[in-house]
């Protein structure tokens, strides 16, 4: 009875007007009630949009490869070149993700190949070097597989690799690691192909460096004389190997080597050069963007 009620009533109203009756019906049951806003929780991204510490810049606005070699004198040196490379890198860093390893890290590198079972190979190793200014920057991951030692080099811009994972982020002091060849402790450089990735340290917190020294085999059965190399080697154990004569030795031999000090081309000072990259970089991207978008709308 009260359905039917409602109905006559409903209709008796919406005579003279456009409303339904099941509107009308239907606005008798509506409730006042306003969901609270929910809490906006800071998500990862968000954390990630904090200022990098210096050193640990975004590696699209900075990266090593970015700085050229220096020539002498200033007009010998190609900057439209130097420009276009910049620019080439940053296209690649579009399509592949880079992410920020130096040399000491442990890397695993997925990479085309047309000859394996799957069309696809992964090596993982730690990095010994990275080295090369633009397209040609390379960087060579060593390992021991089965008792035997692999390095390969990969190309870091190469259209055949197609992913690129930190598994362990470290940071040495020393930026060239090759004397990890010549280290007593083969454990170094053994790394597990499927160990999983550790959690890596935001860009807003500064990495720590690695300042641990590593023993090396007899310096007889070295490959390379080490302790008379400049800069010295400082995350290694060389002078244990040799007899207060030996050691004076190499001293008087750097002492002759000693005009390395005082190479500007090996004491470049890119900070000034360094701040134009990043700014250039900036730019770069936001020109990027804007075809992008441009693209789409077409």
């Known amino acids: 009875m009260l359905q039917k009620y409602s109905l006559n009533l409903a209709n008796r109203i ?7 009756a099941f509107s009308v019906i239907l606005r008798q049951f509506e409730s006042t009630f306003v969901a609270p806003e929910r809490p906006t929780l800071k998500s990862r991204t968000d954390a990630s949009k904090r200022a990098s510490v210096e050193g640990r810049e975004d590696p ?18 190609n900057n439209l070149k130097y420009r276009l490379e910049r620019m080439d890198c940053l296209r690649r860093r579009q399509n592949i993700d880079i992410p920020e390893f130096y040399p000491g890290s442990i890397v695993r590198v997925t990479v085309a190949d047309q000859y394996a079972q799957e069309k696809v190979s992964k090596f993982a190793g730690r990095v010994l070097y990275r080295d090369g200014f633009g397209m ?3 960087f060579c991951l060593r390992n021991i597989l089965d ?6 080099i990969y190309q870091l811009y190469s259209p055949i690799i197609q992913k690129i994972e930190v598994l ?5 002091i020393d930026t060239d690691l090759r ?28 990495l720590p ?5 590593i023993k090396m ?30 050691l004076i030795m190499n001293e008087k031999y750097i002492d002759l080597h000693s005009w390395r000090k005082f190479d500007i081309c090996r004491h470049h000072d890119f900070i000034q050069e360094k701040k134009d990259i990043m700014e250039e970089m900036k730019v770069n991207k936001l020109r990027i963007r804007g075809r992008r978008k441009r693209g789409n709308t077409r």
């Open 60 to 77: 699209e606005i900075f990266s090593p490869e970015y700085v050229p070699r220096q020539v002498l004198p200033e007009w010998h040196r």
């Open 136 to 138: 040609d920057c390379h």
């Open 168 to 172: 362990r982020l470290e940071k040495w």
């Open 179 to 206: 004397y990890l060849r010549d280290a007593s402790d083969s454990s170094i450089c053994t790394i597990d192909l499927d160990m999983i990735p550790e959690a890596i340290l935001p860009p807003s917190e500064k």
């Open 217 to 246: 085999r007899p310096w007889k059965r070295w490959n390379w004389k080490y302790h008379r190399s400049w800069p010295q080697p400082q995350n290694a154990y060389l002078n244990e190997h040799f007899v207060e004569e030996e």
């Open 147 to 152: 008792g035997e030692a692999v390095e390969i």
């Open 14 to 20: 919406c005579k003279n007007s456009k409303i339904s």
């Open 209 to 213: 460096v690695f300042e641990k020294k």
